[in-house]
């Protein structure tokens, strides 16, 4: 018996009319109303609303920073926009019931259980993609065999996602980054636009655009508070999770990704001594690290080391930045580089929390400024350190620019 017959397909339809209750009463559900969009959405949604190039739309990012929630936040504006909310369709992939079905599977009982003629023009939504085997490939075969329908999908497990949409998917996917929130978004989702102002300065002829605060004081504890709490939506307004922030975000972040995303895709055995490789590099965020030294303090070999750190970057845990000389040129032999946490708050996660005179305060106000960057795509970040004679020089973040292998 196939596990295809386990489960009837009434059951699988009447999830799929659960998920998408739209069909029936034309908005999604009244929790995803309630909730702010976060400003990446105004960036998101024109690609989603984009049908005449042949692509489907793929949203990247850690866990907990609110994919769904845009994924829900995009249905209900196109349902304000006169797309008949029945040629919708949302699917979470992470649900067993549809277990051992194929993308085309799956769509083909949504089209079924809301009884439309046809797909043409239909916007769909795949939630969680990373758990569906071989998805890039389903995902290939629906984008041609239905080129007037508008394919969203998001995943958690970028490692997979990324390789798959610039490799054999190239000219098929768009790739969007949504990272934890920066700091603009924690202003913005908490309401506290009145502490700060915009202003403009002249320079070379152009007037720049610059924020100020008239109160230092209430900018700094929010500031602060951001360093400790402010990488997810749910954290920043929940103080109840703040309360409790190790046991959220280590068991439905942390552990769900080094415990189960990242050895499902590459087949990691020793899932714990990834754990404390991961605990360690966080407690140590904005450090400079040798393989050497690594290897020395955690008795994990080199060769081990560079996978763990490319999967730890590739699941958007940590950023690994490497190192120019004075004259903003890469080093011929890698020696040295900076590992930064994501967004701070993961180190309060996996410790505790800071204080204004904690040791480690300068480290994570420099993993904060690094995390308001490290989500766009294009940018080439680094860090300069050198020694001229008896003297040292550093600069903590250096832009190069792509075309001209210059800094900013």
């Known amino acids: 018996m196939s596990f295809n017959t386990v489960i009837p397909t009434t059951k699988r339809i009447e999830r799929l009319q659960y998920e998408n209750p739209w069909w029936t009463n034309g908005n999604v559900q009244q929790v995803y109303q309630d909730m702010s969009k976060r400003l990446y959405f105004d960036l998101f949604y024109p690609f989603v609303k984009e049908t005449d190039i042949k692509r489907a739309v793929v949203l990247m990012g850690p866990r907990r920073v609110g994919k769904t929630v845009m994924m829900f936040h995009t249905i209900q504006e196109l349902i304000k926009e006169r797309i008949a909310p029945q040629k919708i369709f949302f ?12 993308l085309e599977d ?89 502490l700060v102002q915009a202003r403009t300065i002249v320079y070379r002829n152009k007037e720049i655009p610059f924020f100020t605060t008239h109160d230092n004081k209430a900018f700094n504890k929010e500031f602060f508070h951001y360093l400790n709490f402010g990488g997810y939506p749910e954290v920043v307004l929940s103080e109840k999770i703040q309360s409790d922030m190790g046991r959220y975000v280590r068991s439905d972040i942390v552990d769900k ?39 020395k303090d ?15 970057e590739a699941a958007f845990l940590i950023k690994v930045i490497h190192k120019v000389n004075e004259t903003a040129k890469k080093f011929k032999r890698i020696t040295s580089f900076k590992v930064y946490l994501t967004n701070p708050s993961l180190r309060t996660a ?44 550093e600069v903590d973040i250096v832009l190069l620019d792509n075309k001209l292998f210059q800094p900013h």
């Open 91 to 102: 699917i979470g992939i992470d649900n067993p019931i549809y277990m051992h079905l194929s």
């Open 106 to 194: 799956i769509l083909l009982l949504a089209k079924e259980a809301v009884q439309v003629d046809t797909l043409e023009g239909c916007f769909v939504f795949f939630d969680e993609i990373q758990y569906l085997k071989d998805s890039e490939r389903h995902l290939k075969v629906l984008i041609d065999l239905y080129p007037k329908t508008k394919f969203v999908v998001s995943g958690s497990a970028a490692a997979a996602l990324r390789l798959q949409s610039t490799e054999s998917g190239a000219g098929r996917f768009t790739d969007f980054m949504l990272p934890p929130l920066t700091f603009h978004e924690y202003i913005h989702l908490k309401g506290l636009h009145h």
């Open 257 to 295: 990704v080094l415990l189960r995303d990242l050895p499902s895709l590459y087949g990691i055995k020793d899932v714990q001594e990834l754990n404390s490789f991961f605990t360690y590099l966080a407690y140590n965020t904005g450090n400079e690290f040798s393989y050497e030294r690594l290897s």
């Open 298 to 312: 955690s008795g994990i070999q080199k060769e081990i080391i560079k996978k763990y750190l490319e999967y730890l």
């Open 350 to 393: 996996l410790s505790s929390h800071i204080t204004e005179t904690d040791n480690e305060m300068g480290n994570m106000v420099e993993t904060a400024i690094f995390s308001q960057w490290m989500h766009r795509e294009n940018l080439d970040l680094k860090y300069a350190r050198w020694k001229m004679g008896r003297s040292e020089g």
